[in-house]
């Protein structure tokens, strides 16, 4: 099985390449990132024409995740558990010299109550079972700044996930499971083009990557280190600066995968080409090949 991961930064815009990348490389299965499209303007028709069958969750032109599959899709579920949301913090209150407003009740009436409601979860995971394998698309909360709300909502994001994937493994250590997707991190040094531009910044925190590298400790690989370990392979270019011909780039697109899966794994492939030409994405495939369960 050939399994894919994309971050195509707009579905609508791209599913022309999308499909012809698709269709070139013979991939059976793409996990895909960035859609920007609410669930029912997800192009189905066109994945559907060339023989996937396409699960998504996207609630605005933000986020948005998907899996096309063409070995089946299962089992789908769009938030993995205990996943947690992101609130827009609160208005700031008005200045003391603000005028205040009226009351809606007189003094007599109770106040209303006031309810807890849980912040929304956004379209940042998707899980499907495809041929066997537990594939989870996921993209990772970008965090903004390590003085922003976003950035400790990135953080507890990452340590759910964790927590839900290691669960996954105790209940059964032999199960097939695939964290792939774009994961906003910058585990290394080596995988970013100038380490002391991003200093002070996020992707490159010590609790980011310490974040990104608990993974291990609960049993899963990143199995694209294993086979390509090479420095300076990247997985992402900005549309600024010229920094694909450059070669200003960030590796921050993973497979993190249970025992099961690595051992299937035979060779992985970081698709650079498709970075080049009129309206390419600013991410490339990552191309997993798994060898047919033993």
């Not at 579905?11 to 499209?37: G, H, M, P, W, Y």
């Not at 849980?118 to 995971?125: K, L, N, T």
């Not at 291990?216 to 900005?238: C, F, K, N, Q, S």
């Amino acid at each position: 099985m050939r399994l894919a991961t994309w971050n195509v930064n707009s579905v609508r815009a791209r599913v022309d390449r999308v499909i012809a990348f698709l269709e070139r490389s013979q991939t059976d299965v793409l996990a895909i990132q960035e859609t920007k499209c609410r669930d029912e303007q997800f192009p189905v028709a066109a994945f559907e024409a060339a023989g996937y069958e396409v699960a998504h969750v996207g609630h605005s032109a933000w986020n948005g995740v998907a899996i096309a599959s063409r070995v089946g899709i299962a089992d789908v579920e769009t938030s993995f558990p205990g996943q947690p949301g992101f609130a827009k913090p609160a208005a700031p209150a008005p200045a003391d010299d603000a005028p205040a407003e009226a009351p809606d009740a007189s003094p007599d009436e109770a106040p209303a109550t006031l309810l807890e409601v849980p912040p929304p979860v956004e379209a940042r995971a998707l899980g499907a079972t495809c041929a066997g394998v537990r594939v989870w698309s996921l993209y990772v909360p970008h965090g903004r700044a390590v003085d922003d709300p976003h950035y400790a909502y990135k953080l507890a994001w990452l340590g759910a996930l964790h927590d839900a994937a290691a669960g996954w493994l105790d209940d059964d250590p032999r199960t097939q499971v695939a964290l792939v997707g774009d994961w906003n991190v910058i585990p290394l040094d080596t995988d970013v083009y100038d380490p002391a531009a991003f200093a002070g910044h996020t992707h490159v925190t010590p609790a980011e990557r310490q974040a990104f590298t608990a993974f291990a400790t609960a049993g899963y690989t990143e199995v694209t280190r294993e086979h390509l370990p090479a420095e300076h392979t990247y997985t992402y270019w900005d549309y600024q600066q010229l920094a694909f011909p450059r070669n200003k780039g960030l590796r921050i697109d993973f497979a993190y995968t249970s025992p099961a899966v690595r051992e299937r794994i035979t060779g992985v492939v970081i698709d650079r080409d498709e970075r080049k030409g009129k309206g390419a994405s600013d991410h490339v495939p990552v191309i997993l090949d798994l060898a047919d369960p033993a």
